[in-house]
């Protein structure tokens, strides 16, 4: 149910690649709360996702760019800043490749061009895009950024390699920038650290139905899916929390506070005793 909380806000919505994308879910939300908004993906991603349906079914520009690059981001914002009529209000960085997990590279066997690129596209990509839009003063007093993060980043999760890494440095980016960024211009920045959620991209992480399982288990409100991850990142676009800044925000269920359910107890009292039947025999 649409409640116009977003009505009259420009956006940019960085990742969408398909439906099964969190930054679909968003971009679809956001315009359904009043928001007028331009998308953009690498040009391979266009090329291959259906973004450009996307587009068309929300009247966005669609304009191709890597975020990994200062000069395509100058594009998207002056794009941006064009073809919706003003300075932008929110901006959504959905962004996140590793070549070592598509590769099945274990993480004591990484390769170090490899981990360079996860880095550069999933984290580091995040401040090239705070730098220009803060260089080219392309965000709006009291603006809201937001970034999708992974509890990865604090605690060890197996099979999510060196994407750990880069969340951590995209949430420790946000605090830093999140200062700066707050005094000279109000504009808030944030993570969302989401629950484990079935995407294109998650697909590659080792592990991943397991891991969906035991955290929906784990969790006392069961996984947050994308839909749901969308609601939230338009409360956080939202004028209702316009003091909310420099934050890793927990959307998982509760699973980051828990360190055993009755669900999770149970499943391994079960397997404990199939174990124990094999030995048996």
């Known amino acids: 149910m649409a409640n116009d909380l977003l009505k009259g806000k420009r956006g940019i919505i960085f990742g ?3 439906d099964m994308s969190i930054a679909w879910k968003v971009a679809e939300r956001v315009v359904e709360e009043g928001a007028i ?3 953009s993906n690498t040009p391979m991603a ?5 973004t450009d349906e996307l587009a068309a079914k929300l009247n966005a520009k669609l304009i191709p ?11 998207v914002f002056a794009q941006s800043v064009e073809a919706l009529g003003g300075k932008i209000d929110f901006v959504l960085h959905s962004i996140g490749m590793s070549p070592n997990v598509r590769k099945k590279r274990l993480y004591d066997d990484i390769d170090y061009d490899m981990l360079n690129t996860t880095l550069n596209v999933s984290a580091i990509s995040f401040h090239k895009m705070l730098q220009v839009a803060k260089k080219m003063d392309a965000i709006n007093d009291y603006g809201s950024v937001v970034a999708l993060s992974y509890m990865a980043a604090q605690r060890t999760v197996y099979g999510y390699n060196d994407m750990a890494d880069a969340k951590a440095l995209l949430e420790s980016i946000a605090r830093s ?3 700066i960024y707050g005094v000279e211009k109000n504009v808030r920045i944030n993570t969302i650290s989401q629950s484990p959620t079935v995407t294109t991209a998650g697909a590659g992480v080792k592990t991943m139905v397991g891991l969906l399982d035991y955290s929906d288990r ?3 409100l069961g996984n947050a899916d994308a839909a749901e991850c969308a609601d939230y990142c ?15 925000l927990l959307h998982d269920g509760g699973f ?5 359910s009755q669900s999770m107890m149970e499943q391994y009292t079960k397997s404990i005793a199939v174990e124990e039947e094999v030995e048996e025999k």
């Open 65 to 75: 760019a890597d975020a990994s690059s200062v000069k395509d981001l100058e594009e």
């Open 37 to 39: 908004i331009t998308l």
């Open 16 to 18: 969408a690649l398909n």
């Open 256 to 260: 980051s506070s828990m360190a055993l």
């Open 218 to 220: 784990m969790s006392p």
């Open 177 to 179: 920038f999140g200062y």
């Open 46 to 50: 266009v090329r291959m996702g259906t």
């Open 234 to 248: 338009v409360a956080m676009f939202s004028d209702l929390t316009r003091k909310v800044t420099m934050q890793n």
